[in-house]
């Protein structure tokens, strides 16, 4: 291998070094900051949620609720025969996955709190009824929403239940687009009131989990009643973490910090590109830029088919690990030089000895 290839393989790694180091940085940053009105805090959410590609259920799963989770935690189960509204606790009409929601989350208060037997009880029939009030929200409360028409947006005034049903249709709407697309003309036509249709479902989504946790956190914030001064000075539990979302942002985050730093530093340079191959090959199976999959909700950066800039980038990081860049000009080959036990390569003598060279040595044979 000349020098000209070596400098240029090293400005490569720097380059995709600098690439994920910059980019780990700033999620780092715009989560320390939080949300402001120029700061928007990175999610995986958003990415992962709109997944595309063979493992797109995985993604999705990862990142929130499907869309059938968050409609079945909304519904509000209809009243038995005979039932009377007027004497039927309106928490019993709750949906399981809601009320499992509700439960764990006053769990983990409980548990963080230290709650007696005594406090326990009286907080649990506060949570009682805040699941009344729930349930209540959702069969007849109203609230202003922007629904968008061809000649432009309108705000109207929206009970839940109908948001609801303006939720579930936009869904059904958006799979008879997907799978009714012709194959040519009609899917270059259609593919931008496709990706305007699914923005307008997650708006939908966004703004009604939003109201949800709203509901929730104002009856988790009745426990406070419960607790002793003592027990109110210590750190508060969020009733909502997202412990997984968060730590797959914090997790990508520092990934991104760490590959970048080492592939700058020629430091652990071979697993530092394997971890970024395995990272961007996730990226490349979220949205995998395939003819036949529908188009994520917002137009990619450029024209992309089987071939996107991650692949590039994945590829080219499989070349780096397959040669000694870090050893060449960085922090592996300075470990190198100290390590006590380091194998002594062998001369260059050795890769040049003749095939024929041990007839050369051959006694000649006389005779004849």
């Not at 699941?131 to 000649?151: E, H, Q, R, Y």
């Not at 009609?186 to 479902?201: F, I, W």
């Not at 450029?302 to 499989?318: D, P, Q, R, T, W």
């Not at 024929?356 to 051959?362: A, G, L, T, V, W």
């Amino acid at each position: 291998m000349n020098s000209l290839t070596r400098i240029f393989l090293v400005l490569l790694r720097l380059a995709i070094g600098w690439h994920f180091f910059f980019e780990g940085v700033e999620k780092l940053n715009s989560l320390a900051t939080g949300p402001t009105t120029t700061n928007r805090p990175f999610t995986s959410a958003d990415y992962l949620g709109e997944s595309t590609g063979p493992l797109a259920k995985f993604f999705r799963d990862q990142a929130r609720e499907s869309d059938e989770a968050i409609l079945d935690k909304v519904t509000v189960a209809p009243l038995l025969a005979g039932q009377d509204a007027a004497q039927t606790p309106p928490r019993t009409r709750m949906s399981p996955a809601l009320r499992k929601e509700w439960d764990e989350d006053f769990d983990r208060l409980a548990e963080h709190y230290q709650l007696d037997p005594q406090q326990r009880a009286l907080a649990q029939k506060r949570l009682e009824q805040g699941k009344d009030n729930m349930v209540n929200w959702l069969l007849t409360a109203k609230s202003n929403v922007k629904i968008t028409f061809p000649t432009g947006i309108v705000e109207v005034e929206e009970t839940i239940p109908q948001r609801i049903e303006d939720y579930r249709n936009k869904l059904k709407q958006i799979r008879e687009m997907e799978s009714n697309v012709p194959e040519a003309f009609g899917k270059d036509v259609l593919k931008e009131k496709l990706r305007a249709t699914k923005v307008e479902a997650k708006t939908m989504r966004t703004e009604l989990l939003a109201d949800l946790d709203k509901q929730k956190e104002a009856a988790l914030a009745g426990l406070q009643d419960v607790l002793t001064p003592e027990q109110k000075n210590l750190a508060g539990a969020s009733a909502n973490p997202a412990f997984r979302v968060r730590t797959l942002d914090l997790a990508t985050s520092w990934g991104l910090t760490i590959i970048g730093a080492c592939l700058l530093l020629g430091l652990f340079t071979r697993p530092a590109c394997v971890g970024g191959t395995r990272f961007l090959l996730l990226l490349f199976l979220s949205m995998p830029p395939f003819p036949w999959l529908p188009e994520p909700p917002r137009p990619p950066e450029g024209h992309y088919l089987f071939v996107s800039k991650n692949l590039i980038e994945m590829i080219a990081l499989l070349v780096l690990a397959t040669t000694a860049s870090g050893r060449w000009a960085g922090l592996d080959g300075l470990l190198q030089f100290l390590n006590p036990w380091r194998r002594r390569p062998r001369s260059e003598e050795s890769f040049d000895q003749p095939v024929m060279k041990r007839d050369q040595e051959r006694v000649p044979v006389h005779g004849h």
